[in-house]
């Protein structure tokens, strides 16, 4: 029997979803474990842009490095190596290069909406595949709100 390949969950996570499950972002990290444990245990699947790599590599890079304020780096190079162990396992699918089209809707998202280009990138990575998007971004969760009601 063939599975119905619309009750797979998936879902389009930005860099401030992921960051938060990998750090455990006290205020967030609560409600990513649990999208990201029913997704896995689903089978599910993870869509994220190109630049999304780049986004959390810095993310990690940066709370690996000293504070300039107390010296102290949020994370530990060990727990750096183990949140990139940690994002590899996830079932993290990254977008193809994206063409003219696709370039042209984003530019088009980032001007209506009034974000940046990179995060339009996940706002049209998810209104593509009419995927839901996780986000703790506020501006990008305001444009796919306003976005799904129309």
């Excluded at 974000?115 to 986000?135: C, F, G, I, V």
């Amino acid at each position: 029997m063939e599975e119905n390949i619309s009750t797979i969950p998936c879902f389009v996570a930005d860099n401030s979803f992921l960051a938060s499950y990998l750090l455990q972002n006290e205020e967030y990290s609560e409600q990513a474990e649990s999208d990201i444990k029913n997704l896995m245990l689903s089978n599910g699947q993870i869509y994220v842009p190109q630049i999304f790599w780049f986004e959390i590599g810095n993310v990690l890079l940066c709370n690996s490095r000293p504070n300039k304020k107390t010296g102290i780096p949020r994370i530990t190079k060990t727990e750096l190596m183990d949140n990139k162990y940690d994002l590899g396992l996830l079932p993290i699918y990254t977008d193809l290069q994206p063409d003219e089209e696709i370039q042209t809707r984003i530019f088009t998202y980032a001007e209506e909406y009034g974000l940046t280009y990179y995060d339009a990138a996940y706002l049209e990575l998810a209104s593509r595949h009419n995927l839901p998007l996780k986000t703790y971004d506020e501006d990008l969760k305001a444009a796919y709100e306003k976005m799904k009601s129309l």
